[in-house]
Every structure is written in structure tokens, then in C-alpha cells.
């Protein structure tokens, strides 16, 4: 283990808040546990209270400890942890999950990431982990140490540089609504990947209180978002996707071959990206929605608060 991963972790067993990497976005974390420690994240971001949290954990057996995994869980679990996909399931011991960060529900939101410093951090601390994306609430996740700093640094007392986060989309998060399986948030791991291991799966956008990142205006940029934009105005930031002409000013192309892996890694450094130039809007390509599209969509559409 080593001085930063240590720095990390004390920091975490003194309530403090440290920005960690996934290979989703980086984290704002805390021991998720500590009620003080969960309400000085919440503090941090603006986050409403009402929004859960993911609880990170090593795997499968650490979730046990306090989640209650049925059979259809477990082998989802078996199939994509470490990665990107969170599960919902009843809270099996609130001392370890506190009800501030599960916002008063009676189940957890609970994953195991695939980043090997954020597994080291969990291993040495023994307990789980919240750590919702560490930007300010309603910004577009960061995908860099740097723009992680940049948003929530100033609350951190330690902070790991992982790099550039290797999936850069927030998780799939699957619950189960009156023993069926719901898609709450679409995410990296697709509705087509878990429905080969589980079988048909709702969609579950009306469960939205029961799964983190579903307000209905979030991952916004300052400027206004317009979206299934295929022919950009004169003067606007453009999110590109497929080929796109040279030379246009102010192009962020997510992914000129049209490849939707790489265009949900460059969504949110992208948007920060276009955010930040000189231009009074931002408008966004038309991304089929397919695969990674529909979490891509997603997000686009809370960005632009179209979402409600």
C-alpha cells in the first residue's frame, strides 16, 4: 500500500472526505457509515439529501456484510464486478450503511469498482465506501483528477490521481420493484448485457428516488444545452459524434468513428470542455440510442433538463 493510499485511508477513518478514482468517474468519499462524514459530502456538493448513495465495497462478500444479495443479484454480481454496475437490494445492517446516506430507504445502492487504488483503499479500510462523483451537485461528473479537484478538492483532506477514468460514465444501477428487475440508471454495463444473465429488465425511471444521479436537471452545464443537434449554429460549442467537417471552431467530437465506448469516455471532459469555451450555447449530435446510447442519452438529457 502505498503513503498516498495511506493518507486516504486515515483520512477516511477521521471522517474526513477523500477524492478517489473508479473507472466510472472520480469520487467524493467517505466512510459510509459515519452519518457526520456522509452529511460533510452531501455539504460539499450541494447534493439534496433525498439522493442516495453508492456504497463501494471489494466484492461480493463485502456487500453481504450488510446487503441482502438474492440469487438473480449474485449472479449479476458474479458477472460484472469488479465494474460498472450497482445493485439496490435490502439493508441488512443500517450501522454499516447509515441512513443518511441511503436517504431514509431500506435498501442500499451497492457496486464493487474496477480501479486498483479505490480496492486498495477499501481493502485496508474494511468497511464501505460512499463516494457519489465528486463534482458540485448538478455539474457534469469529473473524469480527470484535475477537474475533480477543481470541483470539490477544497472539502477533500486527501486525494489519489488514478488518471483519466477508464469508462467515463457513471454506472448501470438495477434494483428489483415488486420482484422485477428495473433499470433505474443506465449506465455502462447495457440493458442488453444484463438481460443475457437476468433476463428482461423494466425500465424504472419513475423509481428514480430509490437510485443515485436522477434528479431531473443534472450533470449540467452553465450554458444552455440543446440537443440532436445534427447541422451546429454559427457561434455554438458543438458535441460532435460521427465525422464532423475540420475547422469548425469550438468541435468536441466524442467520437469520430462513431464509436459509443469512446464517446461515453469523453462525455463529461467533453461538456466541461464546451462549457468552458467561447460560445453562448451548446448543442450536441444526434447518439443513437443503442448500447452505451442509452445511458449516453441519458445523460444528455438531464444535462439539458429534459428530464423531469
Not at 442488453?192 to 431531473?216: F, H, T, W
Not at 447518439?287 to 429534459?306: C, H, S, T, W
Amino acid at each position: 500500500m502505498g503513503a498516498d493510499v495511506e493518507t486516504a485511508v486515515s483520512a477516511l477513518l477521521r471522517g474526513e472526505l477523500a477524492i478517489l478514482p473508479t473507472e466510472t468517474v472520480y469520487g467524493l468519499g467517505c466512510d459510509a457509515g459515519d452519518a457526520r462524514a456522509v452529511a460533510a459530502v452531501f455539504q460539499a456538493k450541494g447534493r439534496p439529501q433525498f439522493n442516495p448513495l453508492i456504497a463501494h465495497v471489494t466484492g461480493i462478500q463485502a456487500a453481504l456484510a450488510f446487503a441482502e444479495l438474492d440469487a438473480r443479484a449474485r449472479r449479476l454480481a458474479e458477472a460484472f464486478w469488479p465494474g460498472p454496475l450497482t445493485l439496490v437490494a435490502p439493508i441488512r445492517d443500517t450501522a454499516v450503511v447509515c441512513d443518511l446516506a441511503r436517504a431514509g430507504l431500506d435498501t442500499v445502492a451497492v457496486r464493487a469498482p474496477d480501479h486498483p487504488l479505490i480496492q486498495q483503499v477499501l481493502g485496508a479500510l474494511g468497511r464501505p465506501v460512499a463516494a457519489p462523483s465528486a463534482n458540485r451537485s448538478g455539474r457534469p461528473s469529473p473524469t480527470t483528477h484535475a477537474d475533480a479537484i477543481e470541483e470539490t478538492g477544497a472539502f477533500a483532506s486527501a486525494s489519489l490521481d488514478g488518471g483519466p477514468c477508464r469508462v467515463g460514465l457513471e454506472s448501470t444501477v438495477l434494483g428489483q420493484v415488486r420482484g422485477e428487475l428495473v433499470l433505474l440508471r443506465p449506465g455502462a454495463v447495457t440493458r442488453e448485457e444484463i438481460e443475457q444473465i437476468a433476463g428482461p429488465v423494466a425500465s424504472g425511471l419513475g423509481e428514480g428516488a430509490a437510485s443515485p444521479g436522477r434528479l431531473a436537471r443534472h450533470y449540467a452545464p452553465s450554458k444552455p444545452l440543446r440537443l440532436d443537434v445534427a447541422q451546429p449554429s454559427a457561434g455554438a460549442a458543438w458535441l460532435a459524434f460521427g465525422p464532423a467537417p475540420e475547422g469548425r471552431p469550438h468541435t468536441f467530437n466524442l467520437s469520430p468513428g462513431g464509436d459509443l465506448a469512446e464517446a461515453a469516455a469523453n462525455l463529461f471532459s467533453f461538456l466541461r470542455a464546451a462549457d468552458r469555451a467561447d460560445a453562448l450555447t451548446i448543442e450536441a449530435a444526434p447518439i443513437p440510442r443503442v448500447g452505451l446510447g442509452e445511458a449516453i442519452n441519458d445523460r444528455l438529457q438531464r444535462a439539458a433538463g429534459k428530464v423531469g
